[in-house]
C-alpha cells in the first residue's frame, strides 16, 4: 500500500522508541510538584541574564517585529564572525555566518546542503540523539565512528579512514562531546583534518559546548580546513538560553548562500528581538561563558565525588560540558532496568546510553547542571540505588 507520507517521516522516525519519554514524564511530574529530580537534559535551570531578556523585551517595545533578512541582520552575522575569529583564529566576515533557530536547526540545514539520497556521513559515536534523524533526513546513511571506552571515548581515527568510501561526502562531530563530555585533542583533530583533506570531505563541527571548555576553547579544525568546515554553536548552553533557538553557523560564503536560499523556504527569517537580544549576549559573551564554566565545574566535581567508590558503577569524568556518564556495566543491571529502577526508587530521571549509540551501552548518562541544593540530594539518592544494589 503507498504511504500517506513521503519517505523523509520514515527517515527521521525513532525506531528504537522515544528516547525522551522518561525525560518528559518526569518533567511533568516534577512541575506537578512531584519530589522528582530530573537530570535527563541539557537544560541549565538558570535563568537568561537580565541584560539580554530586557534587549529583547525593548525591541519588542520599540516595535522590531517585522520579516528579517532570511540569513540574519548583518549586525548579528558580523557580531558572530568577530567572535568565531577571537576564538578560532580562523578569519572570517559576516558573508562566513548565518543566523539559525539554534545549534540544532544548523546541524539540519548542513545535513540538507551537503548530502542526499545515496551518500554516506560519517558520524562519532557515541553522539547527540538528534544526529541521525538530522543526517537521515537528507536520504544519506549515517556510519558511525566508533570512539570507545576503552580510548577514553577518543575516536578511532583508523575506523574513520577505513569508512571513508566514494559515497562519503562529510564527517558530524561534537566537541566537546554530548554524551561523554569529551573535548577532541589536538592529535584528534589533526587525524581528522587529515582524513577530510585527503578525501575532500566536509566537515561539520558542532562546538555548542566549546564555551565551557577549559579556557571557553577548544581545538578546532575550522583554521586548518577553511573551505571544508562549518562550525555550529548557539548560545543555549553557555548563556541559559536554551528556550531561544538561537544558533550559528560559520562556513564558507558558497556553503552560506546555498543554506540562505534554504532558509528561504524553510525559516522565513528569524524574530528581530531574538537576534538582538543575541547581539547582546555574544557581547557578554567572556563573562556568561566564564559563571557557565564554574557553574557546571563546579557540579561536575560534586556530581563525581558522589558517585565515587561505589562497587559495580563507575562514573566517567567528562573534559567540559554538563553531562557525566556512570559506568552500569558492572552493576547487575542493564542501563535501561538502571534507568528505569532510579526513576522509580528514586524519583531520578537520567538517559541510557544507548540512545547515543554502540560505544555507550552499559552506560547512564547524568546531567547535572541543577541547582546545588538538588544536586547534591540527587547525589545522595544516586549513592543509595547504587549501595542497594550489590549486597
Ligand atoms: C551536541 C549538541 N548539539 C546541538 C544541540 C542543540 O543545541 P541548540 O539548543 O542550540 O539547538 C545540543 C543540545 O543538547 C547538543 O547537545
Redesign the pocket.
Known amino acids: 500500500m503507498t504511504s500517506r507520507f513521503s519517505q523523509l517521516v520514515e527517515w527521521v522516525r525513532d525506531e528504537g522508541g522515544d528516547p525522551w519519554a522518561l525525560h518528559w514524564e518526569a518533567r511533568h511530574a516534577a512541575e506537578a510538584g512531584e519530589d522528582v529530580i530530573v537530570l535527563s537534559?541539557?537544560d541549565p535551570d538558570l535563568d537568561t541574564p537580565p541584560a539580554i531578556s530586557a534587549t529583547a523585551i525593548s525591541s519588542i517595545q520599540a516595535g522590531d517585529t517585522h520579516y528579517t533578512e532570511g540569513g540574519g541582520r548583518p549586525r548579528l552575522r558580523a557580531a558572530i564572525a568577530n567572535a568565531h575569529t577571537r576564538r578560532t583564529g580562523q578569519v572570517v566576515t559576516a558573508e562566513n555566518a548565518l543566523v539559525v533557530?539554534?545549534?540544532?536547526?544548523?546541524?539540519f540545514i548542513a545535513s540538507l546542503c551537503l548530502a542526499g539520497l545515496g551518500d554516506e556521513v560519517l558520524a562519532i559515536d557515541p553522539?547527540?540523539t538528534?544526529y541521525h534523524p538530522t543526517i537521515r533526513a537528507s536520504g544519506a546513511r549515517l556510519v558511525p565512528v566508533p570512539a570507545p571506552a576503552e580510548n577514553n571515548f577518543h575516536p578511532d581515527l583508523a575506523a574513520m579512514a577505513a569508512a571513508v568510501t566514494s559515497k562519503t561526502r562529510a564527517i558530524f562531530l561534537?566537541t566537546p562531546?554530548?554524551p561523554t563530555g569529551i573535548v577532541l585533542s589536538q592529535k584528534d583533530i589533526d587525524g581528522i583534518a587529515e582524513i577530510a583533506k585527503r578525501h575532500g570531505l566536509w566537515v561539520v563541527s558542532?562546538e555548542?559546548?566549546a564555551g565551557l571548555a577549559e579556557g571557553g576553547d577548544v581545538p578546532s579544525l575550522a583554521r586548518a580546513l577553511p573551505d571544508q568546515v562549518l562550525t555550529?554553536g548557539?548560545?543555549?548552553?553557555t548563556h541559559a538560553m536554551?528556550g531561544w533557538?538561537?544558533?550559528w553557523v560559520v562556513g564558507p560564503t558558497d556553503f552560506i548562500q546555498n543554506a540562505e536560499n534554504l532558509i528561504q523556504s524553510m525559516l522565513y527569517g528569524l524574530p528581530a528581538f531574538i537576534q538582538e537580544a543575541a547581539i547582546t549576549a555574544i557581547g557578554m559573551a567572556p563573562e556568561c561563558e566564564a559563571s557557565a564554566r564554574e557553574y557546571c565545574q563546579l557540579r561536575r566535581q560534586i556530581m563525581f565525588d558522589g558517585l565515587s567508590g561505589l562497587a559495580g558503577v563507575t562514573p566517567v569524568w567528562p573534559d567540559a560540558g554538563m553531562f557525566m556518564l556512570l559506568d552500569v556495566r558492572d552493576s547487575g543491571l542493564s542501563a535501561r532496568e538502571f534507568v528505569a529502577a532510579l526513576y522509580r526508587q528514586e524519583r531520578i530521571s537520567t538517559l541510557e546510553g544507548s540512545v547515543f549509540g554502540r560505544e555507550t551501552q552499559g552506560f547512564v548518562r547524568i546531567c547535572f547542571a541543577i541547582s546545588e541544593d538538588r544536586l547534591r540530594e540527587a547525589a545522595v539518592r544516586l549513592r543509595r540505588f547504587c549501595l542497594g544494589l550489590k549486597k
Open positions: 537534559a541539557g533557530g539554534g545549534a540544532q536547526n544548523g546541524l553522539m547527540y538528534t561534537s562531546n554530548n558542532d555548542v559546548y555550529i548557539s548560545l543555549s548552553k536554551t533557538r538561537s544558533g
